[in-house]
């Protein structure tokens, strides 16, 4: 069993353990709880990008830097 299959294993126990023998309203709350964060995250999303545009310039620009420093990182250990 590879890692990722053990790290899918784990998280879908523990999330069925959490929401089981739970009432109907318990997973209606959790749905709604988790609808409302993400509608969160992305209208703050949208309204920075709307009204700070150069975020968006800065937030490429490490987006950027980060995949190169972790693809030359990796590229670094797998010549060793």
Avoid: C, H
């Amino acid at each position: 069993m590879s890692r990722i299959e053990k790290t899918e294993k784990i998280i879908k126990d523990r999330a069925e353990s959490f929401l089981a023998g739970k009432p109907v309203w318990f997973w209606w709350g959790a749905y709604t709880l988790l609808t409302a964060i993400l509608f969160a995250v992305f209208y703050l999303v949208l309204f920075i990008i709307a009204v700070k545009w150069w975020v968006v310039v800065i937030i490429v620009l490490i987006i950027g830097i980060s995949w190169g420093t972790i693809s030359y990182t990796n590229r670094k250990s797998d010549q060793k």
